[in-house]
């Protein structure tokens, strides 16, 4: 039943498929387009940001949206560059990061990802956290090229880095990393500067998994780094850095609950994010406090809910 209950409260997440969003009226949704140099462009949109890297010889582009939105991107895209779109990275398998695939192979493009996001993508999925079923993916729309840990792709003079994180967001994430742009995307393992990132047990997310993303990004970053979550406006390495402590200090805290023996009720009871909560929620924010003790005390105990 708790369950049930994390799963209502968060159906308003960011990163929620879309199909769960049927309030959204994608006709009136503008793409802001925001600049953050060395050819790297944010396309933002309520629900979502991708990436581009605009080159002489094309476009690549991170994250496709919903599919209702792949001809509004397009034409974003077509505003800074009529240039193809060549290359496209999905980075994990929320139908946000992948609904537009097809319309851009179609154009062209190359599909990238990791390895289980195909996997997903081409039998459909069952998510548990959002009570959602996603159908098979046609082929068309699948990536063609996988990797299982890390991968470099060159570009128009971009050294793009991407990092599989094992159980992070979901168990297919991928941390894209422009070197030269000073960029990273985090996928869906960081919830900007001022809210609790969400993990999606469902899909083999965990907070264990989380942490460790949060520090693979810090390794790699440095304090002019600009991080996208999941939507919003890019963050700093100090706001990531602040994310992975608050995380690391939560699970300390709800284990240290775990191991007296309390039940969830009891743990969320306790409110060992009420310290946290004046940074990391505030109105319109998608993980509360109480949500966040239940997704950390689920996934600390184990409690994993699989996919059918
Ligand atoms: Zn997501």
């Known amino acids: 039943m708790k369950r049930v209950f994390v799963a209502a ?10 199909i769960a969003q049927p309030q959204i009226d994608y006709s009136k949704l503008e793409i802001k387009t925001t600049d953050l ?5 944010l396309l933002g949109w309520q629900g979502g940001d991708s990436l581009i890297l605009v080159g002489d010889d094309g476009v690549l582009l991170v994250d496709t949206s919903v599919a209702p939105m792949g ?3 397009k034409a974003a895209i077509a505003r800074v560059s009529d240039k193809p779109i060549r290359l496209v990275i999905n980075t994990h398998a929320h139908a946000d990061h992948f609904g537009a695939n097809e319309a851009m192979a179609k154009g062209g493009a190359l599909i990238v990802a990791h390895v289980n996001l195909r996997e997903r993508m081409a039998k459909g999925q069952y998510l548990a956290a959002f009570n959602q079923t996603i159908p098979p993916s046609p082929p068309a729309a ?22 599989h994180v094992a159980r992070a967001h979901t168990d297919n994430d991928t941390l894209v990393h422009f070197t030269r742009a000073n960029v990273i995307h985090a996928s869906g393992t960081f919830g900007g500067d001022g809210n609790y990132p969400f ?7 965990s907070l264990a998994g989380m942490i460790a993303a ?16 999941d939507e919003g406006d890019p963050a700093s390495s100090e706001a ?10 939560l699970r300390v805290r709800v284990q240290k609950l775990i191991d007296e023996g309390k039940s969830e009720d009891e743990a969320v009871a306790a409110k060992p994010t009420k310290d946290f909560d004046a940074r990391w929620v505030h109105q319109g924010s998608f993980v509360t406090g109480d ?4 997704l950390a005390y689920q996934s600390l105990k184990g409690a994993r809910v699989d996919a059918k």
Do not use: N, W
């Not at 409260?9 to 879309?18: E, I, K």
């Not at 063609?144 to 793009?160: K, L, N, S, W």
């Not at 810090?218 to 979550?229: F, G």
């Open 142 to 163: 699948l990536p063609t090229v996988t990797y299982a840990d890390t991968m470099t792709i060159h570009f128009d003079g971009e050294t793009v880095q991407l990092f």
């Open 71 to 73: 001809d509004k991107i």
């Open 199 to 205: 993990f999606d047990m469902s899909s083999g997310g």
């Open 214 to 229: 949060e520090e693979r990004m810090l390794s790699v970053a440095d304090d002019k780094t600009r991080i996208i979550a």
């Open 240 to 249: 990531l850095k602040a994310s992975r402590d608050m995380l690391a200090t």
């Open 291 to 294: 949500s966040m003790t239940r």
């Open 37 to 41: 140099g060395r050819g790297v462009y």
């Open 9 to 18: 409260t968060l159906t308003v997440l960011s990163c929620l498929p879309a």
